[in-house]
């Protein structure tokens, strides 16, 4: 069992940078790849990065790469995503999931989500 708390959201402007935190618990999670994903109001939820169990190697959504930065603290069993360069579409409610070994960009196959934090940016 993995447990998952994110942590960081806010409401910023446009150019403005956000930290979000996801705290995970559980004895095996050195064995799960975490992910971001995003939803906003009336889309689907959408991926945004990974980062691969062990190997640390990731993957970003076009949308956010070069502006958002994915990190692991093994120690703290935690993941962290920098979000800089905001921008008003990239308001939406954030979500962290687990998936055991590779990570993928589908929800569907992420078998841990923790309650989500909303970011907000204004133009």
């Known amino acids: 069992q993995v447990q998952l708390v994110e942590s960081g959201g806010g409401l910023v402007q446009a150019g403005d940078s956000l930290r979000l935190s996801c705290a995970a618990s559980g004895r095996s999670f050195s064995m799960y790849s975490m992910a971001w994903f995003r939803q906003a109001p009336g889309k689907e939820r959408e991926f945004v990065a990974s980062?691969?169990?062990?190997?640390?190697?990731?993957d970003y959504a076009d949308s956010v790469s070069g502006r958002f930065t994915l990190s692991k603290d093994n120690a703290k069993n935690t993941i962290y995503l920098q979000m800089d360069s905001l921008k008003p579409e990239d308001t939406a409610t954030y979500y962290c999931?687990?998936?055991?070994?590779?990570?993928?960009?589908?929800?569907?196959?992420?078998?841990?989500w923790g309650q989500g934090t909303q970011v907000t940016v204004s133009s």
């Open positions: 980062i691969t169990y062990g190997m640390h190697s990731t």
């Open positions: 999931a687990a998936l055991k070994h590779f990570p993928t960009r589908r929800s569907n196959d992420y078998e841990y």
